[in-house]
């Protein structure tokens, strides 16, 4: 099976701690890698995670909070060094690039590459990213500014042809590709051999979803629903559920809650409040609602 | 004796890797805390130091290199989150302040407290801070962009008062903080004890001199003689010495040429080229001309 694994570089919440780092993963699908959120402190996490820095060309930006993009001027800086010359893709909304524009035109001055800002607008459902492998759509969220989640969905691949039937119809290598692609066979006497005679069907198409920072947001179910993996936020523990509610974040419960009724395979909890010396508490009260729950941690590699 | 210590943060040069973070220190005069350079991760690395942060006012930037300052909007976010009301004060070169301003108003509205920009020139000596405890005075270098080190001279601290003395004459305490700051002592009969009787010279004042980032410049001798301790960049190795000169960095040796002659009583090296696995090659050239020469290294503090 192709490789669509979700990297942590940090998982905690606005205040880094010893413990966690801002937010940022990166999502590698079939060897593109592709970077959700850039905390401050991201390149050298990325630089740990022995990922190659050339094989990242997209990052997707939740929202305009500190923890969730203060690493970018560094990273695109290290990349330059690096002397970098494919472009970078950065998705956020559009703030952003006016933000980040007087530091590149001071700081990047001669660059070897170019950045390109796709600006979108986090409170619209959208696709704003498709290659052949795979797409990104956002998921609107709730929080205190405008912010989305983002939906990775692998596209299907070609099925897998019969060895015995290759070898039985001596089939051509030319048609080899064609019959991957769903062609049945024609014999020399005119007879069809159907296409699912020939062929296995592949695996399943994988989809993951990264949902920070939201307020519990059932409104999301029907879009994530039965994806192979959650990420969601679960900043506080129930004991602080009014809190939550008023810096719009989750507790580790409404995560579960989420991940239960939109049946997804897996929930990946993080962005845990500094307050936590030990999550465990957050995993107890996730896997009380939702039992496939697992703990983020800086480092931590989830294979889909 | 007073504290007077050097925190290294980080120490790493442009390009921060797993063993180097991009350059911070702390430099703890009596307690207080001011800060040389701000990279990107300083604000974990301060909090790993458990310095307090209570105790941080004052922040000097060298130069406008990203991994000098890639780590300011960071901390300054952070310290908004602690609740901090303590005005912060940035002494840089005055395109800091431009830079900066948007990010402020669009990442810290409503902070409890308040950034103070004090810009100055570089490529002019001058005394850009001064306490009762400590003055800090700019070291013009020479870099690819305007640059200054910073040279913190301790002030003179009260004699200490001898307590067989007291004793002896019956010394009243209203007399005895008159006396330390040098004041005779005149007896009921109306003789003189002069002040050197009474008292014993307290330690003579301390100097602490960064200079990173810069190329071999001998100007900065005459400014730094004696000084306590010297951190020098030392970027390259001697095998780099045109490469040292064509980016504007020092080797090891030239570090110790300067340490050297300005006859310091000790060198720490650091801002180390990502290339060196192992510094030990820096250190063994350094060591060779100037042998009081000792490598930063995170978490590293050097009392004076």
């Not at 990325?46 to 997707?60: D, K, T």
């Not at 879009?223 to 008023?246: M, N, P, W, Y």
């Not at 579960?256 to 010396?277: N, T, W």
Request: aromatic share 10%.
């Amino acid at each position: 099976m192709e490789r669509f694994d979700i990297h942590i570089l940090g998982c905690g919440s606005a205040l880094p701690t010893m413990r966690h780092l801002a937010t940022s993963q990166i999502v590698n699908v079939r060897e593109k890698l592709f970077m959700i959120d850039c905390g401050e402190g991201t390149q050298v996490q990325l630089r740990r995670s022995r990922l190659s820095f050339g094989r990242l060309n997209h990052i997707f930006i939740s929202h305009l909070h500190g923890d969730h993009c203060f690493g970018l001027m560094g990273l695109i800086s290290t990349f330059g060094m690096l002397e970098r010359t494919a472009d970078l893709h950065i998705y956020s909304h559009p703030d952003l690039q006016r933000l980040l524009a007087p530091q590149l035109e001071f700081f990047c001055k001669e660059m070897p590459y170019n950045v390109v800002f796709h600006p979108f607008d986090p409170g619209e459902r959208t696709v704003i990213y498709d290659d052949r492998s795979v797409s990104v759509e956002t998921i609107p969220l709730r929080h205190r500014i405008p912010t989305c989640g983002f939906l990775f969905r692998e596209k299907p691949t070609p099925s897998h042809i019969r060895r015995d039937m290759i070898d039985f119809y001596q089939i051509p290598i030319y048609m080899r590709n064609r019959i991957k692609n769903g062609e049945d066979y024609v014999l020399e006497d005119g007879t069809v051999v159907p296409n699912a005679r020939l062929t296995m069907p592949s695996e399943p198409p994988r989809a993951y979803a990264y949902c920070s920072d939201t307020r519990y947001q059932p409104k999301i179910i029907e879009q994530i629903e039965g994806v192979d993996l959650l990420f969601h936020e679960a900043t506080f523990a129930s004991s602080e559920l009014v809190r939550a509610r008023k810096t719009f974040h989750s507790t580790a419960s409404q995560a579960a809650q989420i991940a239960r009724d939109a049946k997804v395979k897996r929930l990946l909890i993080g962005h845990f409040s500094a307050r936590y010396e030990d999550e465990r508490i957050l995993l107890d009260e996730a896997a009380a609602v939702f039992p496939e729950t697992m703990l983020a941690s800086e480092n931590l590699t989830v294979s889909l």
